[in-house]
């Protein structure tokens, strides 16, 4: 295995920077002491100190012009944005738009290299690049997302951020072609830019978010006083990557988690079993997530592998009726940013999977309903005559977006019935997933169990998930076993469909017992009809301790 590749070797943990009186900032540059925004909903054109959070606004007396402006750009002295259709170009000592180009759709994003101007558009689905000097239209290449995207240039390299993928690209700045991609660590990232620091270290890359956020209001006049609403959420965060151009995938920006999983003894039934053996898997180690510790609550546990991952065994010489008590276990966790950058043209059709992945993960092994007319048609659509396992399996995940809406039932259905009904939850979509590959020849296992509650700014305070969440993963000979999210990507009616988490996870993924089941109980002379809901309810806590560069590691 190769060495990483560390983009910023000498980074140190920065702060989030918190604009003073802003609402909306999209577009991101750099004067090389401080960072430059535009607030589109106010007009500010704004110089922002990174280390003191300091925020200064440079037109005071011209913020109508720049209503509206996003994907800002400096260059040769000069500012460039862009308003609607059009990309204006303006003196930083007059700050006078002149009209540059006019697209045919609205513009979001610009970035200057010499004679080039790259300009993005999501409604084109092209970032076309026009000459400076001319403002003619040249060569064009597709946007690497579906979603707006602003841009940078750094290191001779072309820098792509995209709102709705939650993606940083880094491209070819003449092709287009993905070198490689990046998590954001926070959603809706509006520009980017690289900043070096006054101690003269590596540059560090900072990503610029904005999106609204739900609270609670104290509302003194109205009869409920508590009413929830929303409110504008704007900040700069910077973005750390470690390449492992070898493997084909990046880490990014991580945090150290703390995760409590805990069963209270709660029995809804007078009902005393014995010889009780109680098994909770346990986080896993994978190429995103390192276990530093783990330790029990409540009651000792021995540590079983079953698969290649850990299990804890409770044991208990009786559970009476009516007994109390607690018993679990908690571990503190790194869990990083991962996205593999692979092409179908990467991977070797000629490799087959192994009798054993075959035996595994070819089968109907969890009333996947793999013999039934819907799942066998629906298994031949969805891929029609495509060979190539990366090509199959988007498809499959299309055609099931396509097909299903999420939403929450009263108990998980088999896939014939979830895709037949045409809405399902998580764990419905991850079975139409899995029956729909595994038909197709494609080894998948379900993974996933709780996702991080995603507010990394409260720091040691107890946040409990709202649901349980499974993913999966699947099998690609040659290279490995690739993550794929169940649902959340189904984001928009018939698509595009975005691919951040098609082949990459969130910080937020906590990935417990690969493959296998992730509670089990049985006893000597346990009623048929017993089961674990019957006897305890489950507590689970996350805890943010702090956040982590994936870099320092290397």
């Not at 500012?79 to 697209?103: G, H, I, S």
């Not at 954001?184 to 956020?213: L, N, Q």
């Not at 799942?375 to 995940?397: D, F, P, Q, Y």
């Not at 349980?468 to 099998?475: R, S």
């Amino acid at each position: 295995m190769s060495q990483p590749e560390c983009l910023f070797p000498d980074a140190s943990p920065q702060s989030t920077i918190h604009p003073i009186g802003v609402y909306s900032l999209l577009g991101l540059a750099t004067d090389k002491e401080r960072l430059l925004s535009v607030d589109s909903l106010r007009g500010y054109l704004l110089g922002i100190a990174p280390q003191t959070n300091d925020t200064i606004v440079l037109n005071p007396y011209c913020v109508a012009d720049w209503i509206g402006a996003r994907g800002l750009t400096l260059w040769d002295d000069k500012f460039w944005f862009a308003k609607e259709e059009d990309v204006f170009w303006c003196d930083r000592q007059t700050l006078t738009p002149t009209l540059f180009a006019r697209l045919a759709y609205p513009v979001n994003g610009i970035a200057i290299c010499e004679s080039s101007v790259y300009v993005s558009c999501q409604k084109s689905g092209y970032i076309q690049i026009f000459d400076r000097a001319t403002g003619e239209p040249g060569e064009r290449f597709p946007q690497p997302g579906v979603g707006t995207e602003t841009l940078t240039i750094h290191q001779d390299a072309l820098w792509v951020c995209d709102l709705t993928e939650q993606t940083v690209y880094c491209l070819d700045k003449l092709t287009g072609k993905i070198q490689f991609s990046a998590i954001t660590p926070f959603p809706s990232p509006t520009g980017i830019a690289f900043i070096t620091p006054a101690t003269g270290a590596e540059p560090i890359c900072y990503i610029v978010y904005a999106d609204e956020e739900p609270y609670i209001r104290d509302n003194p006049n109205a009869e409920s006083p508590y009413q929830l609403t929303f409110r504008d959420r704007t900040f700069i965060h910077p973005l750390y990557i470690q390449q492992h151009p070898a493997e084909h995938y990046t880490l990014s920006n991580g945090y150290l988690i703390e995760l409590s999983y805990i069963e209270e003894l709660l029995p809804l039934e007078a009902v005393t079993i014995n010889q009780v053996e109680w098994r909770i898997a346990l986080p896993s180690n994978t190429l995103r997530q390192r276990i530093r510790s783990i330790e029990p609550i409540g009651r000792e546990f021995t540590i079983e592998e079953k698969e290649g991952q850990k299990v804890a065994v409770f044991k208990f010489d009786r559970i009476e009726a009516n007994q109390g008590g607690l018993f679990g276990w908690k571990a503190t966790i790194e869990m990083y940013g991962l996205k593999y950058a692979l092409t179908p043209a990467d991977i070797d059709d000629s490799l087959s999977l192994s009798p054993e992945l075959q035996a595994l993960y070819l089968v109907d092994d969890d009333d996947l309903a793999m013999d039934t007319p819907i799942i066998i048609e629906a298994a031949k659509a969805a891929v029609g005559t495509e060979t190539n396992v990366l090509r199959k399996m988007l498809k499959i995940r299309n055609y099931v977006y396509d097909r299903l809406s999420y939403g929450i039932q009263p108990r998980i259905d088999t896939p014939d019935v979830a895709l037949a009904r045409g809405v399902g939850s998580c764990g419905e979509y991850v079975g139409v997933l899995l029956a729909l590959s595994r038909l197709n020849g494609i080894a998948c296992r379900t993974i996933g169990r709780y996702k991080c509650p995603q507010h990394p700014e409260l720091r040691h305070l107890p946040l409990q998930p709202d649901f349980n969440h499974v993913w999966l993963e699947f099998y690609v000979p040659g290279i490995g076993w690739l993550p794929m999210e169940s649902n959340v990507d189904d984001i928009i009616d018939r698509g595009p469909y975005p691919e951040r988490f098609f082949m990459g996870l969130a910080w937020y993924h906590t990935e417990i017992g690969k493959g296998i089941s992730f509670e089990k109980m049985k006893a000597a002379d346990k009623p048929e009809h017993l089961s674990m809901g019957d006897l305890a309810i489950n507590h689970i806590r996350f805890r943010i301790l702090d956040e982590l560069i994936p870099n320092l590691s290397c």
